[in-house]
């Protein structure tokens, strides 16, 4: 997020694309909750009729994919009607010139059917989003999973700029993080283009730092994203993989496909806290601490750095850190480490964000980064006065279908996501009574139109099929879809939805299209 | 706006003006009970059990909701409040069922720390008791009405705060209780167990499930630590007894999300001790898994790791991390990568 989670109830004009907030950051959506109480503007942008869009002043159901008209339009309104902030266009960005252009056909008149209201609605929200005193745009997955989701981010960053909502308290672009230390994850080397602190691999001044920060030579090859690896272990390619707390399994698209391409590793470690669909495929499983069992930091979606404390022993005996540290010593590379607090202290010197943390500032209260030095306060709001590179640039985006759409075999949009009941593979939230309790089992959302066509009641085993595969699911009527999808989660292994999702990826992020495959319905035999 | 100074107690304390009496107070350190009052919710001024005497006053007005002023003399403890007061709390106990003995709030319950304070031993009222049953329909949260002193702070909180609206007042008089549309279960009502409810509950109505009988108060060592669920990044305390996890409480300390959770994060830690936990690294041998030692597991590892890079290079090498762990193990997984496999090929779920 460029802004901060305490000051969402101060917005005024709340854009919610592509996130079933209460579902998926529920404290959140409380402080969005906030804000329509304050009489802020709500605007929802999502297919499905989400809980926070029956609370919208605007719900725009568009149809799965067309993030980029709506965005575009909305530019093209505020262009054409120059509501624009032209002081911040003019000092702070650079581009605009190609956004006029690149946005010039995208009149309300000619998407609003793809995007789902009318033309006038969408002047409408351009306008109060151009207009108001503070507007900040919220993402998740809705907006990323798709194979434009690089481009649907620009456009959102292109809106942002255009309107001058950056850079300033409660006003900026804030995809919402899904996992509790995604962000962490991402800023300490987690990622395979970049080092510790996103400096590029690529970069041969940052490979020749961290060379010797680390004493082995560093490779300027950028490394392989997840999808990657399990075409690489596919073909033969990818021969030792070493899984951490992951089960791509249930949480990667084409299951028969990662399936495939993990059993043809010559070698598969997994360290987890259960015996999971990927720990069954391996050869060593170690067995992992849960988050009470050991010390450490999570950073959260606002970059917030925070302690995570040590409450009990590890049921194996060993944190997970200390496990890590003895593959690297075994291997040849002594890490030798008595506490968390010193691995974070190496973390802090090579990670420019988070130079300024230690345990000891952040046994006194969390931290936002960047942090740079000792006595740095953290930083609430990014891109106040200036960009990370300088100038915003725009960038020119244009519509691109999704991979895979409804036809005539397969007539159904499938889009997946999470429930407010369980978290990402149910490992943990499966294994909790109080959670299995409330919801136990998993069904797929079904319009009443289209059950109505179908002869499906409320609670008929459907079998749901892509050209990937299929699974049974039990039905649920509801027009929270729109007619023509169906959504589910994929928390449940008894219903695992991604042996139909599509693994077309988007050919920046790389990241798959989760929101939309084509599949069809029919009740099971 | 102005400053006004005020006497309370005989000692003088200057405020802004607009500031509560009871906010005044608790400015000086003197004691005033308080049970329908929060600083995050709305005031009503419903439970009375605050209330001060104030020179110049005909009754004993409410310190939530009376605004000090300019000049205003307030007596916190003086005979009549103190009258007032053991009144009001031998009224609540009139009809409160009497099983502290075995009451989840034992100990944290604040009817019985205000009658301990104030000397009630037993109300003097005599008359009907409630006998409704206990609401356990909801998996995580009971609700005992007959326990609640109709304060309304859940009520409050899930409308203000959560903006749920699943409770309310229903009924008058001596039979008004507080509950879900229809004096439905908490099961069977449009709850969605965020236990914010039970988070500001002073008494016993509202506790957690999970940990009915499993220690008291007194028993437990909190433990803050952060969420492990989603990225908004709550903090709670882990309540700890004989080296095992048996709760979730609020911790109003907390950065991002004060006292306030969602299901998963309150009541979503049962999987740290369940049975299906690896407690053993295993290995597999002839397709079947064999528990083996952490030192024969790591040797193993090891030596296949050094083997495959000899043999097919590092780039035959990748490292999945893990969104869910710390970020020290993040980065020490990047330097497995980086370092000892010397490839970039990491990643993790970021993109799932």
């Known amino acids: 997020m460029t802004n901060s989670i305490g000051e969402v109830k101060e917005c ?109 609605t969408i002047r409408e929200i351009a306008r109060g989003f151009a207009k108001a005193k503070s507007a900040a745009i919220f993402y998740t997955m809705g907006i990323t999973q798709h194979t434009t989701g690089t481009h649907n981010v620009m456009a959102c960053a292109n809106l942002s700029m255009l309107t001058g909502q950056i850079g300033k308290p409660s006003s900026g672009v804030n995809p919402l993080r899904g996992q509790n230390n995604v962000q962490g994850a991402c800023d300490v080397g987690g990622l395979p283009n970049v080092f510790p602190g996103y400096q590029a691999v690529a970069d041969k001044a940052n490979s020749e730092k961290f060379s010797k920060a680390w004493g082995v030579k560093q490779s300027e090859k950028i490394g392989l994203t997840v999808g990657e690896m399990m075409d690489a272990a596919h073909h033969g390619d990818l021969k030792a993989l070493y899984i951490l707390g992951e089960n791509p399994m249930l949480s990667d698209p084409d299951i028969t496909h990662v399936e495939h391409a993990l059993s043809k590793l010559d070698f598969l470690v997994v360290q987890d806290l259960f015996l999971t669909e990927t720990a069954m495929l391996a050869d060593v499983v170690l067995p992992g601490a849960s988050f009470a069992e050991k010390d450490g930091t999570f950073s959260n979606t606002e970059r917030r750095v925070q302690l995570v404390r040590k409450a009990v022993e590890p049921v194996a005996g060993k944190a997970d850190w200390e496990v890590i540290a003895e593959i690297l010593t075994r291997m040849g590379y002594p890490h030798e480490y008595a506490t968390a607090s010193d691995i974070f202290d190496e973390v802090s010197k090579v990670t420019p964000q988070y130079s300024g943390m230690s345990f000891a500032r952040l046994e006194q209260g969390s931290l936002q980064w960047p942090c740079p030095t000792p006595d740095h306060a953290g930083t609430k709001y990014l891109h106040q006065g200036k960009f990370s590179r300088g100038l915003g640039k725009f960038i020119a985006v244009d519509f691109k279908a999704p991979a895979e759409l409804p036809d005539a075999e397969y007539p159904f949009v499938l889009n997946t996501g999470r429930r407010l009941y369980h978290y990402h593979t149910g490992t943990m939230t499966r294994r909790t009574k109080g959670l299995s309790g409330i919801y136990g089992e998993e069904s797929i959302e079904i319009n009443p139109a289209d059950a109505c066509k179908l002869s499906i009641s409320e609670g008929d085993l459907l079998k749901v099929s892509s050209r990937r595969g299929s699974i049974n699911v039990k039905a649920n009527v509801t027009d929270r879809v729109p007619a023509g999808m169906v959504f589910t989660s994929f928390h449940f292994a008894e219903t695992a939805v991604n042996f139909l999702t599509n693994s077309a990826r988007d050919p920046i992020a790389k990241i798959p299209e989760l929101k939309v495959c084509a599949v069809k319905v029919e009740k099971a035999s | 706006m102005a400053d006004v100074t005020l006497s309370i107690d005989g000692q003088k304390v200057t405020v802004p003006a607009g500031m509560t009496v009871l906010e005044a107070a608790e400015k000086i350190g003197a004691f005033i009970p308080t049970l329908c009052h929060d600083p995050e919710l709305s005031k009503p001024g419903a439970c009375r059990i605050c209330v001060v005497e104030i020179d110049g006053m005909r009754n004993l007005p409410a310190s939530c909701v009376t605004a000090a002023t300019e000049g205003m003399v307030v007596h916190t403890a003086s005979p009549a409040v103190v009258e007032a007061r053991k009144t009001i709390i031998e009224l609540l106990l009139a009809s409160h069922v009497e099983d502290c003995m075995t009451c989840q709030k034992f100990g944290n319950c604040k009817l019985a720390d205000y009658a301990y304070y104030y000397g009630v031993k037993k109300s003097s009222f005599v008359g009907e008791q409630h006998a409704a049953p206990v609401d356990d329909s909801s998996a995580v949260i009971v609700r005992d009405t007959n326990k609640c002193v109709l304060c309304g702070k859940c009520v409050r909180v899930c409308d203000e705060i959560q903006g749920r609206h699943v409770l309310d007042f229903m009924h008058r008089g001596f039979n008004t209780i507080v509950g879900p549309a229809f004096n439905d279960g908490m099961g069977e009502s449009v709850c969605v167990g965020c236990g914010s409810c039970v988070a500001v509950c002073p008494v016993g109505a509202l506790t957690e499930k999970n940990m009915q009988g499993k220690g008291r108060s007194w028993e437990v060592t909190k433990v803050k630590t952060t969420c492990p669920y989603c990225g908004c990044g709550c903090n709670f305390d882990l309540n700890v007894k004989n080296g095992k996890v048996i709760g979730v409480t609020s911790n109003p300390t907390s950065e991002v999300n004060g006292r306030h959770l969602c299901v998963k994060g309150r009541f979503g830690y049962d999987f740290i001790h369940s049975s299906d936990r690896l407690t053993k690294p295993l290995i597999k041998k002839d397709g079947d898994f064999v528990e083996v030692s952490w030192d024969e597991a790591l040797s193993y590892v090891v030596s296949r790791f050094k083997e495959i890079k000899a043999k097919d290079g590092s780039d035959a090498m990748a490292v999945l991390t893990s969104a869910r762990c710390t970020n020290e193990e993040n980065y020490l997984m990047n330097k497995v990568a980086r370092v000892a496999f010397e490839t970039n090929n990491i990643d993790h779920c970021a993109r799932l």
Do not use: W
């Open chain 1, 12 to 120: 005024d004009y709340l854009f919610v694309i592509g996130s079933n907030t209460t579902e998926t950051h529920p404290i959140i959506a409380v402080e969005m909750k906030k804000a329509v109480r304050n009489g802020a503007t709500l605007v929802v942008v999502d297919p499905r009729k989400t809980e926070l869009a029956e609370l919208a002043n605007f719900h725009v159901p568009l149809k799965p994919g067309a993030n980029i008209p709506l965005l575009n339009t909305m530019c093209n309104v505020i262009i054409e009607e120059k509501l624009y902030n032209q002081e911040f266009v003019a000092n702070r960005t650079e581009g605009f010139e190609e956004l006029k252009a690149a946005v010039k056909n995208f009149t309300p008149e000619s998407y609003a059917g793809i995007i789902g209201v009318p033309a006038d």
